[in-house]
């Protein structure tokens, strides 16, 4: 399973389940035929930006972040980000050489409203988004990102 799909899959299962620890984290991606190593689910943690939370038991668990973006990935926007364009319903990031694919796996974790795809190509990121604005929504929240 490649890192994208992995990190889709921890997300799903932190929002759909209570996993305290990140044995049990990987319990649960072993379940779903995702082997992998406590030093990948570590730094999928970090880079995804998961929070522990407290829950009404009282035992925290991990969480997905709401409202703002996560601090690391905030910031692989803004460092690795050389420009934005809008064009009708889509947006262009040019990035620095080498950094699409990460600045792509970026946005993705920002869960952007209106956004149906994101396509690193090269040192560009493609950003399709819907009819509705969904480009001018995008494109605010980078802009804001990138000031």
């Known amino acids: ?8 899959l921890i ?4 929002s759909r389940r209570t996993l305290r620890t990140q044995k049990e984290l990987a319990k649960a991606l072993a379940a779903a035929g995702a082997e ?17 939370v407290q829950g009404s038991n009282g035992l925290s668990h991990y969480a997905v972040p709401g409202g703002r973006p996560p601090e690391g990935l905030r910031e692989k926007v803004a460092k690795c980000t050389v420009s934005v364009d809008q064009s009708a319903n889509m947006l262009v990031l040019r990035t620095l050489p ?5 600045v ?6 920002l869960d952007l409203d209106g956004v149906l ?6 040192s560009s990121v493609l950003i399709v988004a819907d009819e509705r604005g969904g480009a ?6 980078l802009g804001g990102l990138l000031t």
């Open 1 to 8: 399973m490649d890192k994208r799909r992995r990190r889709r």
């Open 11 to 14: 997300l799903d299962l932190v």
């Open 36 to 52: 992998v190593t406590q030093a990948t689910i570590s730094r999928d943690i970090r880079e995804i930006g998961l929070v522990k």
């Open 98 to 102: 080498s950094e699409a694919e990460a």
């Open 104 to 109: 792509a796996e970026a946005i993705i974790g």
């Open 117 to 122: 795809g994101v396509f690193p190509y090269k």
């Open 136 to 141: 001018r929504k995008a494109m605010a929240r």
